[in-house]
Nanobody, 126 residues
């Protein structure tokens, strides 16, 4: 089993930055692709970003491309999401997820991910 704990959310103003962290524990000897997803009130959960085990491959939703950066530090079992130029439409609960099956080619599909964190709230005021 793998446990994921997100942190770093909060209330910010439009144009500000935040960095989310996702710390993994448990079966961390395994290789995982990691993803970030978000869910706004009354909406479905959407893909935000994903990164391969090596960190060489990253993918982003069009809505965050150029503003968000996903990275990872495997020595610390932690994945990050640097969010710059935040907009009110970025307001959501952000979840990190782990996929042990496709660690070289992460997907943008939430049901491909086996392990999920509890989420961290990001609120951007305009």
């Amino acid at each position: 089993q793998v446990q994921l704990v997100e942190s770093g959310g909060g209330l910010v103003q439009a144009g500000d930055s935040l960095r989310l962290s996702c710390a993994a524990s448990g079966s961390t000897g395994r290789r995982f692709a990691m993803g970030w997803f978000r869910q706004a009130p009354g909406k479905e959960r959407d893909f935000v970003a994903a990164i391969s085990w090596s960190g060489r491959s990253t993918y982003y939703a069009d809505s965050v491309k150029g503003r968000f950066t996903i990275s990872r530090d495997n020595a610390k079992n932690t994945v990050y999401l640097q969010m710059n130029s935040l907009k009110s439409e970025d307001t959501a609960v952000y979840y990190c997820a782990a996929d042990p099956s496709r660690f070289t080619s992460p997907t943008m599909t939430d049901y491909d991910y086996d392990y999920w964190g509890q989420g961290t709230q990001v609120t951007v005021s305009s």
